[in-house]
Structures are given as C-alpha cells and as structure tokens.
C-alpha cells in the first residue's frame, strides 16, 4: 500500500456535518480474511504539541519512545525486559549496577552505541539534559563508567534497587553522543538521534510531527512483535487539540488512531467496532495537593474538612461514564505497586463533620454568599489548573464539581483556567499563588513519592513537592523504602507513607490519569508500553 496523502481535517469534517453522521458511523471493517499490508501511513491524533521531541514530559515521553531506544523495558505484567541493556546485575551492597548492552546498534547517524555512549546520557540527564530523568535519580546517582564498549556500570550513592524499572520510562531514551555534541540544541530539540525505529523526518510546528522508518532497525525491546524494521513507512504524529474534532477525525477516516477519547464518546466508538485501548497510569493520580506553607490550609482541620465537603466517587462515575476510575489515594494509584487501600479510602462525605472541623478552626461566620469568615476573612481558596495539558475535558468538569460541591460547608474556590503557555511559564508554581495544586505524575514504582514529597529545603530545593511541605519524617520514610530491595517490605514502607499523607490530609484523590486510544479496525497491532502507556506504533500494519 502506497504511502497516503496528506490528508486535512477540514473536508472530511465537513462532509460529515453535512451528512449528519459525525456521531454514529461506524468504523469501516476489513474483510474477514484480510491480510497485512507492507508500508502505509499511519496518520494519528494527539491531544498537545510539546516544545521538544525528547524531555521530561510525557507528552514528549510517548513520542520519543518512537524514536529513542531506552536500555529496558516492561512487558504486560510490567515486569522488566530488555531492551538495548541484554542482561544487569547488581553488585552485594546495592551501589553498583552493570549492564550489558546489545551488540551491533547503531544509531540513524551512523555512530555506534556503546557504554560510554550511555553514560554520556546519564550525565547529560543529571546536568540539565532531561528534568525528569534527573529528579528520579537526584540523591541517588554517583557516575557512570564504561568497562569496555558494551559493559556500563552505574555507581549509586545510596541503593536503589529499582533502577531498571525506572529505566524503562520514555525519559531516559539513549541518543547519540555524538548528535548530543556536534549538533545545535534546536536541532537536538526537534530532531533528536536515536537508535529507534523511526526518525523523525520533519516538523509542521503547530500541525504535525512527520516520522519516517528506520529502514536499518537492529533493536526491539524483547516484549515487541517482531524484529527488523516497522512495518508502516511513516507516522504523521498530527496535534488535535479538541477531542471532538479528534473523534470526528477518527469517524471521516481523516485518522487511523486517536489519543484522550472522552468518557462519553469511548463507548459509542467501541460498539461500532474502533479498537480501544485503556491503561491506568501508575504513579500519583490526579489529585488536589493542599498548600501547607501559607494560607487556610496550614490548618490540617481546614484539609479535612475540605476532603469531607465533596463526593469525589459520585463526581467521577458521573462525569467518567464508567471510564474514569475514581481514585481517593492522593499519593498514588491504584495501578502502582504498594498501593494503600487505607489511603484511598481515608475521606468520604461527610458534611456535618466538616462543619465541625471548621467550626474548631474558627470559621464560624459566614457571609452573605454563603462563604465561611474568619476575623473578616472570606474562606476563599485558588485552585488552578492546567487546561489542555496536565487536565482534559472531563478533568476539568470533575474540578468543576469540586468547585461547586465544596460550597456546601462555606468553601468559595476560585477555580482559574491556566493555558499551557503560562503552565509553562511557571505560574501558580510559587506557595503565595495558590491554595491548591492539581496535578498527576506518571510512574512505574511508587517510588514516585520521592519526587513529589521530598522535603523542601533552603539547601535542596523541590519544585514537584506541590504542597509545599517540610515533613522530614515523611521524607525519611520514602528514602528507606526506595533503599529496600525486599518488595514486600518495601510497599510496606511505601504504604506506610501514604497513609502519613492521606492522615494530614495533604493531598487527596479525585481520578486515575488514563492514556486511552482509539483504532481504526484496518489498522492492527498497535499496542501501548508498559511504562507510561503511550503508544508504540513499531509492530502497527494495514489490513485489507
């Protein structure tokens, strides 16, 4: 099948409204013999155009995974896999990591992958090169050495028995050393050099990320389909920013897969025959982090009697439509290792005690909107959130409800719409803007906890700490579990530590983040990685 054209949205839009079919017509199905067809375009649908291919987002995650190889990988129990590292092991005392990396890959530049490749990466993560990938290793990475060209050793501080899951992750994809080195940062930047199975051709800014087949690819993880190059000859990685326009695109063929399908368009697109995908991201939910440093919140009775004012399930059945799973754990999700039930379900509603809470706290007046008073104070709080970017659609009607349920007890949340560019900016980030912070993180371990409650200090600041906390007790406890290599005491400590945040009332849950796409029945074999669970479009093919 030849390469398609390049297609518009706007025809095929039209041709629907004009037929009255957006809503109902079902995917067009192949025959049932149908057979694979070499090359081909797949045309898909995302949600956010990131600043770069690679960085610490997972916006970028899932696309550099497309083209960046990492050193493992996690198959569907997420159990770890390799990937360009063929086996590793770890030294008695924890500290030392080696791996041994797959022989022969090259990079699309033609330069060769070796361990003083990787460990360039490592420090080029570590100095700058990728937040992400440095927030999970600060405190606990040393160096990194080359053995011999496929022998790595990477030399810890402290033990991190976890590492090769958290490897596994879009944020740690290796590039060329030599691209990293001779090349500008904007070239880096939009045409990152990987070892992947695709690279990236061009970039339409504001339209369309064009990937191109690695036509010399040497190097699946072991959990793919197949081995030797893709199947598909491109990827035009299109930016869809309104989800109706995408599942409209997917209905008029103008897609061949869609990413964020609305709760409320999932099922309709599954009865008529589009191929869904769902997958819980672990790591923290979606959740509302209570500024403990400044404001009304210092006050732990004034966290709870928040958490009591809502119906945070009814919210989530209602506005997810059975899509959205309702998630009361604000440390992490129900799809992480060492999950505590007890943290999850640690705050019901409860108006009357909520009103007595408040009460002892010394909001005892109320004004003429309803709204709780304090000493003339209105009990007024900020919760931003990030529109289009870290929440959806069906985030932000869930917020909504917050907003509105939260006005029972005398709550008035000023609920402020943020666009990407000042989400990027930096606004809302700093203890005086804000009362409460919504936001998810994704991750493989739970040790997810480490980024987002290490205590701050003048000495060791934390920008991802979103409640701005001090408590070195809590933080004591996530550094011993991400120490223990005993899985089972381990979660232990891990649930330990929710259950200290969801008993101060720092955080709670509202939702689990999905990553959810919709396939049209001509394309086959798409699936999405174990990590983050973005899309892998490598062993993806054509039917007819």
Known sequence: MPARPRRTLTAGLAALLLTGCAGS???????????????????????????????????????????????????????????????????????????????????????????????????????????????????????????DDLTLQVHLSKPYPRLAENLAQGYTGIQSQEALETRTAEQNCEQPVGSGA???????????????????????????????????????????????????????????AVYDVPAIDYGGLEDDGYEMFRYITGGRPQQLAFNTQQGPFTDERVRKAFAHSLDRRSLVETIGQGVIPYEGNGA??????????????????DLERADRLLDEAGWTGRDVDGVRTKDGERLEVVLPYNSGTIVNADGASILQGVQEQAKATGFAVDLVTVPPSGFFSGLYTQPEERDIAAGYWTSVTAGILW??????????????????????????????????????????????????????????????????????????DVWQENAQGGPVFYDAHFVR
């Open 332 to 349: 992490v999700s129900q799809s992480t290792p060492g999950y505590s039930e007890e943290a999850a379900e640690a705050y019901d509603l």
């Open 451 to 524: 980024i987002n409650w290490r205590p701050i200090s003048e000495e060791w600041p934390n920008g991802n700490n979103a409640a701005f906390t001090t408590d070195e007790f809590l933080g004591d406890l996530i550094d011993r579990a991400n120490q223990t290599a005993d899985v089972e005491e381990q979660n232990a400590l891990y649930r330990q530590a929710q259950e200290h945040i969801a008993d101060h009332a720092l955080s709670i849950g509202l939702y689990d983040r999905l990553s959810t796409l919709a396939v049209t029945p001509a394309l086959k």
């Open 25 to 147: 017509a079902a995917a067009p199905r192949p025959a049932p013999d149908a057979r694979p067809v070499p090359g081909g375009t797949i045309v898909y649908g995302h949600q956010q155009e990131p600043a770069c291919v690679f960085g610490g987002w997972i916006e970028q995650a899932y696309l550099s995974t497309q083209v960046l190889d990492a050193l493992t990988s996690l198959d569907t129990d997420r159990q770890v896999v390799p990937w360009l590292a063929t086996s590793w092991e770890t030294s008695a005392d924890g500290l030392t990591w080696t791996f041994h990396l797959k022989d022969g890959v090259r990079f699309t530049d033609g330069s060769e992958l070796t361990a003083a490749v990787v460990a360039h990466n490592f420090d080029h993560w570590m100095d700058g090169g990728n937040s992400t990938a440095k927030v999970w290793l600060d405190g606990y990475y040393d160096r990194a050495t080359a053995v």
């Open 198 to 256: 695709f690279v990236v051709d061009h970039w339409d800014r504001g339209e369309q990320i064009v990937l191109r087949r690695n036509e010399n690819y040497t190097s699946p993880p072991a959990n793919a389909r197949h081995t030797g190059p893709a199947y598909v000859e491109r990827v035009v990685w299109r930016f869809v920013a309104d989800a109706t326009t995408r599942v409209a695109s997917l209905r008029a063929g103008e897609t061949d």
